[in-house]
């Protein structure tokens, strides 16, 4: 009984939509279908007689092409694009990492507590002026240690001892500031070359050598 019903009532529609048409057809003398700002209200009405008694409202018409915008599609991100976003992020790193050992650089470490910049100034302001080091008050903060007896490879010479205690700690605890005492220590080699040479009977060893003397004594 029901289908029946619905039969009908589309027969019904579809004769009623003939009809609307075959009159706007003979308003527009000869123009095929309705006059185009007539069309709207035209599909307005056939769809309400094609929905009538039906539960659920007519869906909206298209009323023509250029009302239909295609949802558009993400379009994949390609190997070459993902490539360079790879490299971008590599050199912001690189970049980075740069910038923080720049700024180390600048600040320098901490040695035993103490920013290892102001110490280094320090003890390259108590250098003397022939490049020796003498055990004074900065420097006895800067070994941070009691002086060891002096060995017999440096002759017995507290100053050469010194000095080269001051050269190893500086090359074991501070490369980071090596700018920074490197034309100093410079300055240090000339007179132990000097000393070494006009002392030549009492130190026999080479400068590498009582370095390492030096070093293994921290």
């Known amino acids: 009984m029901g289908c029946g019903l619905r039969m009908l009532k589309s027969n019904k529609a579809k004769t009623n939509r003939?009809?609307?048409?075959?009159?706007?057809?003979?308003?527009?003398?000869?123009?095929?279908?309705?006059?185009?700002?007539?069309?709207?209200?035209?599909?307005?009405?056939i769809h309400t007689l094609s929905h009538t008694g039906s539960?659920?409202?007519?869906?909206?018409?298209?009323?023509?092409?250029?009302?239909?915008?295609?949802?558009?599609?993400m379009e994949p991100v390609s190997?070459?694009?993902?490539?360079?976003?790879n490299k971008r992020n590599r050199r912001k790193s690189s970049r980075e990492g740069e910038q923080k050992d720049s700024a180390s650089s600048r600040t320098g470490d901490f040695v035993d507590g103490v920013s290892s910049s102001s110490?280094?100034?320090?003890?390259?302001?108590d250098q003397q002026a022939n490049g020796s080091f003498e055990m004074t008050d900065v420097v006895?903060?800067?070994?941070?240690?009691?002086?060891?007896?002096?060995?017999?490879?440096?002759?017995?010479?507290?100053?050469?001892?010194?000095?080269?205690l001051v050269l190893a700690?500086?090359?074991?605890?501070?490369?980071v500031e090596r700018s920074r005492w490197?034309?100093?220590?410079?300055?240090?080699?000339?007179?132990?070359?000097?000393?070494?040479?006009?002392?030549?009977?009492?130190?026999?060893?080479?400068?590498?050598?009582?370095l390492e003397i030096a070093k293994s004594s921290w």
């Open 182 to 210: 490197e034309l100093p220590v410079k300055k240090s080699k000339k007179w132990i070359k000097r000393f070494l040479k006009t002392n030549e009977d009492s130190v026999t060893l080479t400068f590498d050598e009582l």
């Open 55 to 73: 539960p659920n409202p007519p869906a909206p018409v298209v009323q023509s092409l250029a009302d239909y915008q295609p949802l558009k599609m």
């Open 119 to 125: 110490v280094v100034v320090d003890l390259i302001t």
């Open 79 to 85: 190997s070459s694009s993902s490539s360079t976003s």
């Open 140 to 164: 006895s903060s800067f070994l941070n240690r009691p002086l060891p007896p002096v060995p017999d490879e440096f002759g017995g010479d507290e100053v050469l001892w010194v000095t080269f």
């Open 169 to 175: 700690k500086l090359e074991l605890a501070y490369e």
């Open 18 to 45: 003939g009809a609307l048409f075959a009159k706007f057809e003979s308003v527009g003398e000869g123009v095929s279908g309705p006059p185009a700002r007539m069309r709207p209200q035209i599909n307005d009405c």
